[in-house]
């Protein structure tokens, strides 16, 4: 029993982490030519570049997909070990009321009503007692490292299950001795946060509730011993992950050669952006326009980091992700809101300290207490139900209030009227896309990120643009995150990334 309790955890571990990436990395590949050809459908500019075909569809058999699937599963699992230094697995919730949950709960009432039964027999039967014992020996022994010597002796000493048997036989066996034993050692070996669930174990008296008690609290050092685990690989793991992504990716490649279609789109797309923007710059300043063939190309690196940036803006409801992103979807989808968030918070903060006095502004005290205040106002901002523009006006009362109040503390002239209306006015305006601060935050924030991007693996950050000094600190979290990102990605992907742009450079 415990054996599938143990198995069921491992399972939903690598499901939960990797379905997400599994599914989206399916329908990227079936719906690569409709999407293609959708996007193509469009207004292409003029110097838009070509973009390949899709691959002629092959047929697979049935062991072809199972056997990716599994590559897929495994290989957003390490993924996800390497890159989030969060993961840990959890032990397994079912839904409420789900069927599996109920046939669980009727299975596991049906042995221990058994085992109550046979305890209570005259004389007791122990069958299924026997077998709980081998359960919890096995269970102990696997939390035991090579040099647990001394604690392996005595386990197997004092849970012999040929002595155990011979003792039932005989009506000797003291099963409360043994549980004691039991309960000793799950003190002995279990994680410091577990000492209060083990503890607990010596206040049940009856036996079959005692029993059940331990296989509780033994699933849950499962965990413990398979996150112990986990920590303990990452550092090795982290020297072949490269290696093992790209292998995975290959296969998964050779099975679907339509698996970069999207990759190819969002590189050439990238080139584009670049090719105008450096055509525009090189314009004449009186307008006149140069010829096509003079726009320099731009390098395989600058694409690249373009193309991460581009992620950053993302319609993930409208446009397939590239697929050698797509493990990494929902962390450049965090990202994305994080640095929305970050600009709406941004361009208030601006607008604010630029309408109160300079001596106001300056003081850090206050300045904080006003971030932490709006970004409270905030936090729910990407939740469907949340209304931006009710919320801006609610934090220009609260702003105007809290000026007021530090103009007032500090000896400075108060806010008038006019300045009250004019200040709620501007932080209300930030809710449009197209208000002129918060695109100046927008772009700044972009630059911040494309610097460090290029700066390569350089440890000082750049130097924070004017007007996002006051939130400098989470911008920095929020670069490093991206950069870490971006960096393993072009680590894994960077021979893939540098043969679709040899080809779309060229023909630029």
Not at 144 to 155: A, D, E, F, K, Y
Not at 349 to 357: D, G, H, I, P
Not at 430 to 454: G, K, Q, W
Request: net charge negative.
């Amino acid at each position: 029993m415990s054996e599938n309790l143990e198995k069921s955890n491992i399972n939903e571990a690598g499901k939960s982490k990797s379905n997400d990436s599994e599914q989206s990395l399916e329908n990227a590949m079936e719906g690569s030519d409709e999407a293609l050809q959708k996007k193509k459908s469009g207004s292409p500019s003029t110097r838009r570049v070509q973009r390949p075909h899709s691959s002629p569809p092959r047929f697979v058999t049935v062991e072809e997909l199972l056997e990716t699937a599994k590559g897929v599963t495994n290989m957003a699992l390490a993924h996800e070990i390497v890159v989030n230094g969060d993961f840990q697995i959890k032990p397994v919730e079912l839904p409420e009321d789900s069927l599996e949950k109920k046939v669980k709960e009727i299975v596991h009432k049906a042995f221990w009503d058994c085992l109550s039964v046979q305890l209570s027999e005259d004389p007791p039967t122990y069958d299924h007692a026997v077998k709980l014992l081998g359960e919890i020996k096995e269970t102990l022994l696997s939390f035991l490292l090579p040099g647990h010597t001394r604690l392996r002796n005595q386990i197997t000493e004092v849970l012999d299950l040929d002595l155990i048997k011979q003792e039932a036989e005989n009506g000797a066996l003291d099963i409360s001795k043994l549980v004691e034993f039991i309960i000793g050692m799950m003190g002995t070996l279990c994680a410091p946060a577990r000492d209060e669930e083990v503890k607990k174990l010596k206040d049940i008296k009856e036996i079959v509730p005692l029993f059940r008690a331990i296989f509780s609290v033994l699933d849950l050092m499962k965990v413990d011993m398979a996150n112990f685990a986990v920590s303990s690989i990452r550092p090795h793991l982290m020297q072949q992950s490269v290696e093992y992504e790209r292998k995975k990716f290959q296969e998964l490649l050779e099975k679907q050669p339509n698996s970069l279609d999207f990759v190819t789109q969002w590189l050439g797309e990238a080139a584009d952006d670049l090719m105008h923007q450096t055509y525009k710059n090189a314009l004449p300043a009186g307008g006149g326009a140069a010829g096509s063939g003079d726009s320099p190309t731009p390098s395989p690196v600058a694409v690249q980091n373009h193309a991460y940036l581009k992620l950053l803006k993302w319609d993930h409801l409208q446009q397939p992700f590239p697929e050698t992103v797509l493990m990494d979807q929902a962390r450049f989808q965090e990202l994305q809101l994080q640095l929305e968030h970050l600009t709406v918070l941004g361009a208030v903060l601006l607008v604010t300290f630029s309408m109160a006095a300079s001596g106001v502004s300056s003081q850090a005290t206050f300045a904080e207490k006003l971030k932490m205040i709006v970004k409270i106002l905030l936090t729910d901002m990407h939740l469907p139900s949340f209304h931006l523009k009710d919320a801006l006006t609610t934090i220009g009362e609260k702003v105007c209030l809290e000026v007021s109040s530090c103009l007032s503390l500090c000896g400075f002239t108060p806010f008038t009227t006019d300045k009250e209306i004019v200040l709620k006015g501007q932080i209300q305006a930030v809710a449009s896309p197209d208000n002129p601060i918060r695109r100046i935050m927008d772009s700044r924030i972009l630059t911040f990120l494309e610097t460090y991007l290029a700066s390569g693996h350089e440890k000082a950050l750049p130097t924070i643009p004017g007007g996002l000094g006051p939130v400098h600190k989470e911008l920095e979290e929020v670069a490093i995150k991206f950069v870490r990102l971006v960096n393993y990605n072009k680590m894994v992907f960077s021979p893939y990334y540098d043969a679709v742009l040899s080809k779309i450079l060229v023909r630029s």
